[in-house]
């Protein structure tokens, strides 16, 4: 294609220049969204992030609540990699069928209930509701759920993108919305403390253990799950009534029933072969595929504060002192890293007019690597030791660093729908869902082995996921930190490499985009005349 060629000329000189202004009839420079649209856009958010307040104890469930012997854990994390081989097929099949869909709002109003049912029904304490269930029953339980999960799901996730996609072409709506919703699900996730409080304080009188102790968690996120589920869910369907959407999918192929496997795996491959030719979304796709390396951390860093910070006395000057409850440790955390993510997250729209994208996500890594570079150098106790209070103050400190990268988060998330747009450019078609099965299958192989390392190392470090509620020794301790630091700085590292050949910037990116919105508008006007002169034709 010779507009590519020229586009990618183009692109060769000015990759690295900060973003040049929109033409004037660009799409960056129309209004799409309604006011409804952001409201219960930033209500769904926040609804979901007052659920994810509960993830420190979601994030319990199989190394504490289920209370299984080590190598059940082990066994447990083996199973769901095997599940997980069999679900990326019938994902392939899940991700055809939904870019075939027309209806995706029906299939959010068709699932959103049953699948909220089966996350309530994942968080039941069933080592405590059933405490003569055998490990291999907990397994099969929570392996059960997952293969149904697995099944409705991708449906549920692919419409949802679909609709978030197709929301508004313009990529200052999306930064603006992304601001929007990263700002108020920052400020929800982060109200640990308060939201575990109040779960407490609803449901503490039924809770049959004392206070504090793992095994009342395992049913305050029972009940919690229960309440705040509920909410989310019903904000969700409200906010899949009042948005619409307004990037027109190109006319699908003939591909269909009729056309057999043949067509269908021709199809998928056709879509594999415009993801290759789209150089700078797989260049993101590797960065993050590198990057998620550093989940070799697992759950040390929910032991960490669960098992080791839980109890302390914080000490200020002046000699005020504060022994924080489990939740409002986990609040304190977050708030230190949710005040410089929201004042971010307001300073993110200028720095997005004067610096492109690629910069801003190149900056914000090297700002990982710098705290994840502090805390390994002063927690890991490879170094050094320190005692628990200094450490506290340290941990804070990387947090609170981090915070003020979080408002840049819109910039990848942007680049992510601009690459979409690219390959629309490119090939003439729309199959979000199977670009993002296909993406995500590479992702899934590459970081297959993590779930299981994780599982390992964490049983490595002396920690007995059978025993919750027994303290920690100080050489379980020293290995959680070693686990908590090193994993993070290695993932660090390597996201940052691919970025620095990221291309889709400057004027090859604004010109690709104008000519995108010409090719939209004509669409649109062949569908109207289309829909005028069928009415006609009915009278």
């Not at 049959?208 to 029972?222: L, M």
């Not at 680049?415 to 992702?443: K, P, V």
């Amino acid at each position: 294609m010779q507009e590519e060629r020229t586009a990618a000329a183009q692109g060769d000189q000015t990759a690295d220049a900060g973003e040049t202004q929109p033409a004037a009839n660009s799409p960056d420079n129309k209004k799409y969204l309604t006011l409804a649209e952001y409201i219960f856009s930033a209500l769904a958010t926040g609804s979901d992030g007052l659920k994810g307040a509960l993830s420190v104890w979601g994030g319990m469930v199989n190394t504490i609540f289920l209370k299984l012997k080590p190598q059940s854990y082990v066994n447990l994390a083996k199973v769901g990699t095997a599940m997980s081989v069999f679900m990326q097929v019938y994902n392939l099949f899940a991700a055809r069928i939904s870019d075939r869909m027309t209806n995706h709002k029906r299939t959010v109003y068709t699932l959103a209930v049953p699948a909220a049912v089966l996350g309530i029904l994942g968080s039941v304490p069933i080592a405590f509701f059933f405490p003569s269930m055998s490990d291999a029953g907990k397994i099969a339980y929570v392996s059960t759920l997952g293969v149904i999960g697995s099944i409705i799901g991708p449906y549920l996730a692919n419409a949802q993108s679909i609709l978030g996609i197709r929301m508004t072409p313009s990529s200052r709506e999306r930064g603006i919305l992304g601001t929007i919703n990263n700002t108020i699900g920052s400020g929800a996730g982060s109200l640990t403390g308060p939201v575990m409080s109040l779960v407490i304080l609803l449901f503490g009188s039924i809770v049959p253990y004392e206070k504090g102790s793992n095994s009342a968690n395992a049913y305050f996120y029972f009940y919690g799950n229960i309440l705040f589920t509920a909410v989310a869910v019903t904000v969700a369907l409200v906010f899949n009534a009042v948005r619409q959407v307004r990037i027109p999918a190109p006319e699908k192929s003939a591909e269909g029933p009729a056309g057999g496997l043949k067509e269908f795996f021709a199809s998928f491959l056709s879509v594999g072969k415009a993801i290759v030719k789209n150089k700078p979304l797989v260049l993101k796709k590797v960065s993050g595929m590198l990057g998620a390396w550093a989940g070799l951390s697992g759950s040390a860093y929910s032991l960490i504060v669960t098992k080791y910070y839980q109890g302390i006395t914080i000490h200020f000057p002046g000699g005020h002192s504060y022994q924080p409850s489990l939740g409002m440790l986990f609040f304190i955390f977050s708030l230190t890293q949710t005040i410089p993510s929201l004042i971010s997250l307001s300073l993110t729209p200028a720095l997005r007019k004067r610096f492109s994208d690629k910069k801003l996500v190149i900056f914000q890594m090297l700002w990982y690597l710098a705290g994840s570079l502090v805390s390994f150098v002063s927690l890991s106790g490879l170094f050094f030791q320190l005692p628990r209070q200094r450490r506290y103050w340290i941990q804070m400190f990387c947090y609170h660093w981090d915070g003020w990268m979080f408002g840049l988060n819109v910039c990848g998330n942007v680049m992510d729908l601009e690459l979409l747009d690219y390959s629309e450019w490119q090939t003439g078609e729309r199959n979000e869902c199977t670009f993002g099965y296909i993406t995500g299958l590479a992702h899934w192989l590459f970081t297959l082995p993590i779930g299981i390392i994780a599982a390992r190392l964490l049983i490595r470090t002396g920690y007995r996921t059978d025993r919750p509620d027994d303290p920690i020794t100080p050489l379980i301790t020293q290995n959680l930190f070693r686990l908590f630091t090193i994993a993070p700085l290695a993932g660090k590292v390597l996201t940052l490499i691919p970025m620095f050949f990221y291309d889709f910037t400057g004027k090859k990116r604004e010109m690709i985009m104008q000519q995108l919105l010409e090719r939209r508008e004509l669409r649109l006007k062949a569908i109207a005349e289309t829909e005028a002169s069928a009415g006609r034709e009915e009278s």
